[in-house]
């Protein structure tokens, strides 16, 4: 098991009131997942996924990664996990405005001290799996919606994570490109077996997800296999 | 990667950078011009102090400065032809402190010859005193060295204003009638003052006069003032309070300036947090910024400083007014490029950029990447 949730709940204080964003999920995400998080705004599909991601700490209950309990892991063992075992994809993309997409790419594997020769080679064969191989050098502003969430998916695989969490990865994004995006992802998932966690309501996109989880007022409704159609 | 990063930064917030760079050139030019000055301020008041107190100070051995009976320096003239003989460029003045007491009313005062020895002067304040001019006969009530009392009227030759004595005018009397009535003998001098172009060689030179003179005791002005440099030390608390607040001004410009070029690119910097950088990178990689932005400002800074003290250099401050009313403070004050100082002030500049820029650095790092990924820009 890759990741587990046991009574899991965050409240979050919002001015003298507290918000209860997650109100006891349990949950298993196994290696090799195709997973997505669906609900509506507010049913606290982010912070299920920052949870997992170990952005965060649950208010309640226990957190396991790889049978590890890091419910309360320090922020350093949490840096070293995220950067070593987990890939993020952003709902913004956040990518560095600063940097051209090949560097971002490699940004991550900086942080994981890779050298530099290899780093590039790894952070060009990412961006070719994504079909960036013509825009290594170009910076986020001068792609498109679509390119950028694909340079995101690029920092995301370069590092060789166990699991890609995917915020609502296709928001930002029209519906032919959201679709392109997700279908890359899974892609990604058959071939290179990597797990992929995301999140989104978009109806489309969920039918393509092996598992749904469905979330609703910060509780798990319904998690089901389907048998999707890619 | 973070250097380049960090240079990029820079220029996509450029309006927060150029407020640190300008802040950090007008404080290094600040530092530095102000350490010019003083240092120049420093350099010429202490030639000052140094010639009135002689570089090098021959005198008696044994001599006591206060017993005005006590036997000086035979044959002045020859003294001084070895002396320059050695050092050419060499200032030989001769204290000549008469042997005698002058007294007049409740005044005691000395007389002294100035380089022609054709007259013999009288303090300013006696003058003053008796409201005299010249062509007035005054009468002076002496001891002499025999121990011996004289009265003597003595008329005045002339009367100097910017004599050896300032802020008054100086009594000129002949010298021959001092002579006749002190039974002077004015080869006779109780020190001579020897000055010269480079105040640091009066070490050896000493040395050299020793051999020359091994009657007479031969001093430089290091061993006799000792605490010179605490003189100075007024004008050093002076610069360092201006530089203190230069400082402080810097301080809460540079950090302003980094706390909201930080919390601009938050969700930036949560990203990277959240992909897997440690702490230390986000702090490392704002410092870095920090420190190219700060080297850059002390070039440019000390460049402009240069600029500014050459030109100051040239026009010098004026202080004629100031320098009537002693003899220490130069009437032009020329600034002085002391490289050393100039370093130090770079150096710390650096430093307390760097300082100042440590708590929005670990502000943003320490910030859970979950409230920086929050942000919307």
Not at chain 2, 62 to 82: S, Y
Not at chain 2, 213 to 222: A, H, M, V
Request: net charge positive.
């Amino acid at each position: 098991m890759l990741i587990e949730l046991k009574g899991v709940k965050k409240d979050y204080p919002l001015g003298r009131t507290v918000v209860h964003a997650i109100r006891g999920v349990d949950l298993e995400i196994s290696e090799g997942d195709f997973t997505v998080i669906a609900g509506p705004s507010g049913s606290g599909k982010t912070t299920l996924l920052n949870l997992m991601g170990l952005l965060d700490h649950p208010t309640e209950g226990k957190l396991f990664f790889e049978g590890r309990d890091v419910s309360r892991i320090s922020d350093r063992d949490a840096t070293f996990i995220r950067r070593s075992r987990i890939g993020f994809i952003f709902q913004t993309f956040n990518l560095i405005p600063v940097l051209t997409a090949i560097e971002n790419v490699e940004l991550p594997l900086l942080l994981k001290r890779m050298k530099g020769k290899e780093r590039r080679k790894r952070a060009e064969e990412a961006l070719a799996a994504v079909g960036l191989g013509d825009k290594l050098y170009h910076k986020p502003d001068e792609l498109s919606g679509g390119e950028r969430q694909r340079v995101a998916i690029a920092r995301a695989i370069a590092g060789m994570p166990d699991i890609i969490l995917a915020d609502e990865p296709t928001a930002n994004l029209d519906s032919e490109t959201g679709l392109s995006i997700i279908k890359l992802m899974k892609e990604m998932n058959r071939e290179q077996g990597v797990t992929f966690v995301f999140s989104t309501h978009d109806a489309r996109i969920i039918e393509i997800a092996r598992r749904k989880i469905e979330l609703l007022d910060g509780k798990v409704v319904s998690d089901v296999v389907q048998n999707s159609n890619s | 990667m973070l250097f380049k990063t960090a240079i990029r930064n820079i220029f996509k917030y450029l309006r927060r950078s150029l407020v640190i760079f300008f802040c950090l050139i007008v404080s290094i030019v600040a530092l530095q011009v102000s350490d010019s000055i003083s240092e120049g301020f420093k350099r010429q008041s202490k030639i000052l102090m140094l010639e009135s107190a002689g570089m090098i100070l021959i005198e008696r051995k044994g001599n006591d400065p206060f017993d005005l009976i006590q036997e000086g320096i035979k044959n002045f003239d020859e003294v001084e032809r070895r002396i320059k003989s050695v050092i050419p460029d060499a200032r030989v003045i001769p204290e000549i402190v008469a042997p005698a007491i002058v007294v007049h009313d409740t005044f005691s005062v000395n007389t002294l010859a100035i380089g022609t020895r054709r007259e013999s002067l009288i303090s300013t304040k006696l003058a003053k005193k008796l409201k005299a001019d010249a062509g007035d006969t005054i009468v002076i009530l002496s001891t002499n060295r025999a121990g011996g009392l004289s009265i003597k009227e003595v008329k005045i030759e002339s009367v100097l204003t910017n004599g050896l004595f300032t802020g008054g005018v100086d009594l000129c009397i002949p010298i021959d009638k001092m002579e006749e009535f002190l039974l002077w003998d004015t080869g006779e001098v109780k020190q001579i003052r020897v000055n010269f172009n480079q105040y640091e060689k009066a070490d050896s030179l000493s040395k050299l006069l020793s051999g020359m003179f091994p009657d007479l005791n031969i001093s430089p002005w290091n061993e006799r003032l000792k605490n010179l440099e605490s003189l100075f030390r007024i004008s050093d608390i002076k610069m360092y309070l201006f530089s203190f607040i230069v400082l402080l001004l810097t301080s809460g410009i540079i950090m302003n300036s980094v706390l909201s070029s930080v919390m601009e690119r938050k969700k930036d910097l949560g990203t990277i947090r959240a992909i897997g950088s440690s702490r230390r990178f986000i702090i490392f990689l704002i410092l870095t910024e920090v420190v190219i932005i700060t080297f850059f400002s002390c070039l440019a800074g000390t460049f402009f400083s240069y600029i500014i003290t050459r030109k100051l250099m040239q026009v010098g401050f004026h202080y004629e007014s100031v320098a009537e009313m002693t003899q220490y403070i130069p009437p032009v004050l020329y600034p002085a490029i002391n490289p050393l100082r100039w370093i130090v002030d770079v150096i710390f500049l650096f430093v307390w950029a760097i300082i100042w820029s440590i708590y929005p650095a670990v502000l943003i790092a320490r910030m859970p990447p979950v409230k920086a990924l929050r942000e919307e820009i």
